[in-house]
């Protein structure tokens, strides 16, 4: 079956990078859009990034525009999401997800069928 194991996590303080990344295993075809999703502490999920995988166009949420950069290793199977200049803000449990591999648009959370354990990023002023 198709699973996602994300890490990278960490603890830094403001003005830090991280880099986390998603190994993806278990797909006869690859997934269509891979996504990055984040929840903080009394706060609804919010989509982060997202590619669709076979021509490498990018989405991002207005928030970290600038700052995150989410790309792929094919060869690798896996995800990444670069966050550099991280604020206080960006705190959260960051979740990797991917779409099945027959999915036109990934707009939505509810696209992405496969979902990572998440992976812990603290952010300190």
């Known amino acids: 079956q198709v699973q996602l194991v994300e890490s990278g996590g960490g603890s830094v303080q403001a003005g830090g990078t991280l880099r986390l990344s998603c190994a993806v295993s278990g797909y006869t075809s690859g997934p269509s859009c891979m996504g990055w999703f984040r929840q903080a502490p009394g706060k609804s999920r919010e989509g982060v990034a997202r590619?669709?995988?076979?021509?490498?166009?990018?989405y991002y949420a207005d928030s970290v525009k600038g700052r995150f950069t989410i790309s792929q290793d094919n060869a690798k199977k896996t995800l990444y999401l670069q966050m550099n200049s991280l604020k206080p803000e960006d705190t959260a449990m960051y979740y990797c997800a991917a779409t099945t591999p027959w999915v036109l648009h990934c707009a939505e959370e509810a696209d992405f069928g496969y979902w990572g354990q998440g992976t812990q990023v603290t952010v300190s002023s």
């Open positions: 590619i669709h995988t076979r021509g490498g166009t990018t």
